[in-house]
């Protein structure tokens, strides 16, 4: 099992998942007899919630490149007595699975994470069946922009313009805009059925609460940290959090937005001649 410290973190990971996982699973066609992959299967969720919704008849199996992660969910599995689940170390780019296998593929928020969406979203449609479902969740571009515009503003006030350069780069190679992730999808071959804008808020008393918030330290500060200089990082958040709890005094509290997508997507049965 993982240390105390990295279990607190993939425990947090259903409070920031769940609003995605729960349109994912919403947006699934349950089938019996089909083999499933869940790209990017973290702490488990949705692919454990998945699999006992499915039933015996199916086998879930996650793909995830964190052996942390295939500790966590091989022992949650076998609490629950889930037998029909599996966890494989793997990357979305090589899935080390044969060709058309799977009658359902999903990915919550997973495939903003891998090196290359492109490979990644060929390989599902090798993988897939035909005929098969695929149904991925990602955040978008304006995530969290009511802290990213305070850290713009805060770069722009002490004329760090390549560091501003470099925000934006950090934001868009992580989350890419509806129409980009269209494109990609489609030229993987899937067609898109549907796709589903909707978000989320996560509500601070303040700056300070939403910067110590163990999720945010964890999972954001090293990144956003990354682009900065060294010997100025604490002092630009230092600002970054002062102006944050202005904001809040004005405003009451500090209101965060995570808008995502939801593509419901499938592989086009071959025609018989």
Same mark, same amino acid.
């Given at each position: 099992m ?11 990971l259903?409070?920031?998942s769940a609003?995605?996982?729960l ?16 790209i990017?299967s ?11 919704r499915?039933?015996k ?13 295939i500790?966590?969910?091989?022992a949650?599995?076998? %609490?629950? @007595?889930? /037998?029909?689940?599996? =966890?494989?170390?793997g ?8 060709d058309?296998? *799977? ?31 695929m ?8 995530t969290m ?7 713009e503003?805060t ?7 390549e560091?501003?350069t470099?925000?934006?780069?950090h ?5 890419k805009?509806?129409d980009e ?5 489609l %030229?993987? @071959?899937? /067609?898109?059925k549907? =796709?589903n804008?909707d978000g989320f808020?996560m509500?601070?008393s303040?700056?300070?609460? *939403?910067?110590n ?7 954001f ?9 060294d ?17 809040t005094?004005?405003q009451?509290e ?6 995502y997508?939801?593509f ?10």
């Amino acid at each position: 099992m993982p240390s105390p410290p990295l279990s607190l973190t993939y425990d947090d990971l259903p409070l920031w998942s769940a609003p995605f996982g729960l349109t994912l699973l919403d947006t699934i066609r349950m089938k019996t007899h089909i083999n499933v992959l869940d790209i990017g299967s973290g702490g488990g969720f949705p692919m454990l919630e998945l699999a006992e919704r499915m039933g015996k008849t199916c086998m879930i199996y996650g793909l995830d490149p964190s052996q942390d992660a295939i500790d966590m969910i091989t022992a949650k599995k076998q %609490s629950k @007595g889930i /037998d029909f689940a599996k =966890i494989v170390r793997g990357v979305a780019e090589e899935i080390p699975f044969p060709d058309a296998y *799977f009658g359902l593929i999903i990915s919550n928020n997973g495939l903003n994470n891998v090196s290359d969406q492109a490979v990644a979203l060929g390989e599902c449609y090798r993988v897939a069946d035909e005929g098969a479902q695929m149904v991925l969740t990602m955040n978008l571009p304006h995530t969290m922009t009511e802290f990213y515009d305070v850290f713009e503003e805060t770069l722009l006030g002490m004329g760090l313009k390549e560091e501003i350069t470099r925000m934006h780069k950090h934001i868009s190679e992580k989350r890419k805009s509806v129409d980009e992730l269209k494109d990609l999808i489609l %030229s993987s @071959g899937f /067609d898109i059925k549907t =796709i589903n804008v909707d978000g989320f808020k996560m509500k601070y008393s303040d700056g300070s609460a *939403f910067l110590n918030h163990y999720f945010i330290r964890n999972a954001f500060m090293k990144p956003w940290k990354a682009f900065l200089p060294d010997e100025q990082s604490d002092s630009i958040f230092s600002i970054i959090e002062q102006k944050l709890n202005k904001i809040t005094l004005s405003q009451g509290e500090l209101v965060v937005s995570v808008p995502y997508v939801c593509f419901d997507c499938f592989k086009q049965k071959t025609l018989q001649p």
